[in-house]
């Protein structure tokens, strides 16, 4: 929710969002797994036989239960409050708070080019591109509805920190609409609960089977998220859509799992920010000189 074009020194925004988040991959692996199994079970009853879910499927299935379980499916809130920090519209940060973690960035700008950023043409009227770099730092709240329902598994415990580095880039045309799209990296390390870690290694004694579970779980996700913004001056309605791919192969339960897979998150929201103070405008403005006139001289 944020084109490459950092806010000025003294500008602030606030801004509010709605997404819904589709682990694509695993949910497609669980709709083709419940059709075979599902078909499984009505030969077994056709046949007067007794159903026995196979240990390949149910590893496959235990894996996609374990990848929703850390990353369910399920909308999304959030609040963005930003500002500058330079009046040459070269960098700013911002902090925000959504349903699933708070996170903080910042954004330097590297390259812009397009009208001058002064008094000369009204916002509206102003045309600009903008190349910006970012990196962002997520904490997040592992508060899942489902497990919540569920009442299985306490992940009260569990941390999840994100290291995100996407490349901004934007084409502003007047204050009107603005078109712009971030290629990401991020990074995900998480840190199971220790006491659930521990029992998990002990299960074995119990069960005869590895129910090992590691203490930390990496993730890496590529991807990049479009949009366009629409409005006037001080207020903009953005829609957002990101995409990308997670890879993810920790070793669980004595086996490699694959935790990864197609995300997608498509996303609405509205902004709101303050006009851009006159100082920080008027820094490309030409000195003032004194008109020339033939007849006089000084």
Request: proline share 6%.
């Amino acid at each position: 929710m944020q084109t490459a074009k950092p806010l000025a020194r003294g500008q602030v925004r606030v801004s509010g969002a709605a997404g819904l988040f589709v682990p694509a991959g695993q949910l497609g692996t669980l709709l083709s797994q419940g059709i075979s199994e599902g078909q499984s079970i009505k030969d077994a009853i056709l046949a007067g036989q007794a159903y026995h879910l196979a240990e390949a499927d149910a590893q496959r299935l235990l894996g996609v239960g374990l990848a929703l379980a850390v990353a369910p499916p399920g909308p999304s809130n959030e609040l963005m409050l930003r500002t500058g920090l330079l009046a040459s519209h070269d960098l700013d940060v911002g902090l925000r708070l959504s349903s699933t973690s708070l996170r903080f960035d910042g954004k330097a700008r590297l390259a812009h080019g397009g009208d001058p950023e002064d008094d000369s043409l009204p916002d509206y009227r102003r045309k600009s591109y903008d190349v910006a770099l970012g990196v962002g730092l997520s904490r997040h709240l592992f508060k899942s509805p489902v497990l919540d329902a569920l009442e299985i598994v306490q992940i009260n415990d569990f941390s999840r920190w994100d290291l995100e580095v996407p490349v901004y880039v934007s084409l502003d045309v007047g204050d009107i609409f603005k078109l712009y799209g971030a290629p990401k990296y991020i990074y995900s390390r998480t840190s199971l609960d220790s006491r659930l870690v521990d029992f998990s290694r002990g299960g074995q004694d119990v069960t005869g089977f590895e129910l090992g579970l590691p203490a930390r779980v990496s993730s890496h996700f590529v991807g990049a998220s479009v949009g366009v913004a629409l409005g006037f001056r001080y207020v903009h309605l953005y829609a957002e859509f990101t995409g990308g791919y997670s890879a993810c192969r920790p070793v669980l339960f004595g086996q490699e799992r694959d935790l990864g897979g197609v995300t997608l998150y498509p996303a609405v929201g509205l902004a709101f920010q303050n006009p851009t103070p006159w100082g920080a405008r008027s820094r490309s403005r030409p000195s003032s000189t004194v008109p020339e006139n033939p007849g006089n001289t000084l």
